[in-house]
């Protein structure tokens, strides 16, 4: 059964820090791309960061470059997502993602394996 804990959201003021983390157990760590994806009230899920089991690839969706910053620790299981200068439109739900691809670095919220249950993430201004 695959489990995908997300944990680390919280409220901060805007220009303020914070890093989420998503303990994953239940699937091989090394099949999957890992992401995260955002979804604000009323709006759809959106990708934010992507990281490739291949050579640890990134890509970020361009509300959150220079900003945020995706790594993984295959010794833990885990992904993180490090988010710096954070602004009250970064507010959101954000969701781990699982996707069986070693290679990609993108893809969209339909196209995901697996999801964590979500974190709140709220920024103040």
């Known amino acids: 059964q695959v489990q995908m804990v997300e944990s680390g959201g919280g409220l901060v003021q805007a220009g303020g820090s914070l890093r989420l983390s998503c303990a994953v157990s239940g699937l091989s760590f090394e099949s999957y791309s890992m992401g995260w994806f955002r979804q604000a009230p009323g709006s759809e899920r959106e990708f934010v960061a992507g990281i490739s089991w291949v050579r640890s690839s990134t890509n970020y969706g361009d509300s959150v470059k220079d900003r945020f910053i995706i790594y993984r620790d295959s010794a833990k299981l885990t992904v993180y997502l490090q988010m710096n200068n954070l602004k009250p439109e970064d507010t959101a739900v954000y969701y781990c993602?699982?996707?069986?691809?070693?290679?990609?670095?993108?893809?969209?919220?339909?196209?995901?394996?697996?999801w964590g249950q979500g974190t709140q993430v709220t920024v103040s201004s």
């Open positions: 993602s699982a996707k069986r691809s070693a290679g990609i670095r993108v893809w969209p919220a339909s196209m995901s394996d697996y």
